[in-house]
């Protein structure tokens, strides 16, 4: 009976009996609109009556849980919430078997961590509004609840702007606002999420390609050609910086219902600033004694403007450099070298789980495969977070610098988010039974169009493990000409255990002659 991903994480009994899938729905006290996906889906009619599915409002029942009761003389989804809904609706979707029959049951659901989300990157390299959607679908039917939409970096602004509009001119490809809103509809309608990602005050060539005077040096840029960290950043010192972003996150909120925005932080170089004549008064005339604490600075001054909107900041990890802090601000934990600051961070503040050494999925599956994924666990240090008030839930991530097509692009994601899924709303850890269950969902993702990694794919060992990961490595690295490496700047020295856990991770001893012929490629 138990088809299902992620796994029932509440009671769950069998009637031993099936039943024909309801023609009908009725939403009762509940929005017409939380059942819109289900109707697509399944081709149910709404208005009709005749075997319905009956949703019925519990306030009792937690947020985003639900209850199904499926008996021979009908079908019932309990929620608290749309979203519950919309969850026990999706699950009834996927009991349907080949012919049209569920089973006669009583299922009692609810996630263990309210954010369940996918970071998907469409500066680097653009991706239609249908393939958003594309995505925005076959995560939901996992119940992945929030995307995490990363919307300007050094190679491109992806959004229209009708107030600055040699934003999405320079860039070239771009969502107009109306494709905006069409896709945030079409993910509430699936119980999703999405808070956009404003890159600030680094990655910023997309937004100094266009207007230059917002720059420290302001002279005009080119949008990058391929990854990496950038000179290029907003100046803190000019107060015109502060007003045009001002005008520019006004608009961009206003596209955006989500509560929540993402305003980045990560890789700032403070190269500029330090040459600035502007932010070193800056930091005189504010009493900051570095850099670091000119970021932070920032960082508040851009939180300020987005409380006026309604928002409240998320921002990378490189955010907790500085003591100085948007208040109230969550955090995206990624990388290890800020493990200690964010332990003192978390006895106050809370946090998204993103650890590059388990959740990134632009990785080959060599090097962050199925299982890994499966069996993360939100530990900083020695500390299981799990429990913690301060954790949030955990966020997959996808970089689309080296991933160009739709087909890629789907392969990266799919079925890895699904293992996400089951761990951030099940907390199961029982592998074996999870890839039971995972065919019926790439099942549908074939049915639907989207690529799928097949199951044998997903964790490589051998020399199929070793191959694929240096053939990631050497496509990194080729794409590095020594024109573009001038532009950018070296990351941090890494510490010794980031670089421990970096060669433990994702390398054997046996690697290491091959990589470091690899690394010795021409460019």
Same mark, same amino acid.
């Given at each position: ?115 369940? $989300? !996918? ?5 680097? *390299? ?6 958003? =959607?594309?995505?925005? @679908?076959? &995560? ?113 909120? $206003? !596209? ?5 925005? *993402? ?6 170089? =403070?190269?500029?600033? @330090?040459? &600035? ?247």
């Amino acid at each position: 009976m138990n088809k299902v991903v992620p796994a029932f994480r509440g009671r769950m009994t069998d009637g031993g009996a099936n039943r024909p899938f309801p023609k009908g729905i009725e939403t009762g006290e509940f929005a017409p609109w939380c059942a819109d996906a289900y109707c697509e889906r399944t081709g149910t009619n709404p208005a009709m009556s005749f075997d319905s599915v009956r949703l019925v409002r519990e306030n009792e029942l937690p947020e985003e849980g639900y209850r199904i009761t499926v008996e021979e003389k009908g079908v019932e989804v309990s929620a608290s919430c749309e979203r519950g809904a919309i969850w026990g609706l999706t699950t009834l979707y996927l009991l349907k078997d080949q012919e049209g029959q569920i089973p006669v049951c009583r299922i009692e659901d609810a996630p263990a961590h309210g954010h369940r $989300g !996918l970071m998907l990157d469409c500066a680097r *390299h653009f991706f239609s509004a249908g393939e958003v =959607k594309k995505i925005i @679908e076959y &995560c939901t039917l996992a119940k992945i609840n929030v995307l995490h939409w990363h919307l300007s970096d050094d190679q491109g602004w992806r959004i229209e702007s009708r107030q600055f509009l040699l934003l999405h001119e320079t860039s070239g490809s771009y969502y107009t606002q109306n494709e905006i809103r069409q896709i945030v509809e079409y993910a509430r309608r699936r119980g999703m999420e999405i808070i956009p990602e404003i890159d600030l005050p680094g990655h910023t060539s997309g937004i100094l390609a266009a207007y230059p005077e917002y720059g420290c040096r302001q002279e005009k840029v080119q949008l990058a050609e391929c990854g990496g960290i950038y000179r290029t950043i907003l100046c803190a010192g000019k107060e015109d910086a502060f007003t045009f972003l001002d005008m520019l996150l006004k608009e961009v909120c $206003g !596209l955006f219902p989500s509560g929540r925005f *993402h305003i980045g932080g990560d890789e700032a170089p =403070k190269n500029e600033w @330090e040459e &600035c004549p502007d932010c070193r008064k800056r930091m005189e005339n504010e009493r900051h004694l570095t850099a670091d604490d000119l970021q932070g600075y920032f960082s508040n001054r851009v939180a300020g403007i987005l409380k006026k909107y309604g928002k409240t900041p998320v921002c990378w990890d490189d955010t907790l450099i500085s003591d100085l802090r948007p208040e109230g601000m969550a955090v995206q934990y990624w990388n290890i070298q800020r493990a200690k600051q964010l332990k003192d961070f978390s006895v106050k503040g809370k946090f998204i789980y993103s650890d590059m050494f388990e959740l990134y999925l632009d990785y080959p599956h060599s090097m962050i495969p199925l299982k890994k994924i499966y069996g993360s666990c939100p530990k900083i240090g020695k500390k299981d977070f799990r429990s913690s008030d301060s954790f949030m839930g955990m966020e997959a991530c996808l970089w689309s610098e080296h991933i160009e097509t739709e087909e890629e692009l789907e392969k990266h994601i799919f079925p890895r988010i699904y293992a996400l899924a089951e761990n951030t709303w099940s907390d199961s850890k029982d592998y074996s039974s999870f890839l039971l269950r995972l065919p019926v969902l790439m099942k549908k993702c074939a049915e639907g169009g989207a690529a799928c990694t097949p199951l044998e794919s997903c964790n490589p060992k051998g020399r199929v493990r070793q191959s694929e990961t240096m053939a990631y490595f050497l496509k990194m690295n080729s794409a590095m000409t020594p024109e573009i490496r001038a532009k950018t700047v070296e990351s941090a020295k890494p510490s010794r255990e980031f670089a421990r856990r970096f060669a433990t991770q994702f390398f054997r001893l046996s690697d290491m002659p091959l990589l470091l012929k690899v690394m010795k490629q021409p460019k």
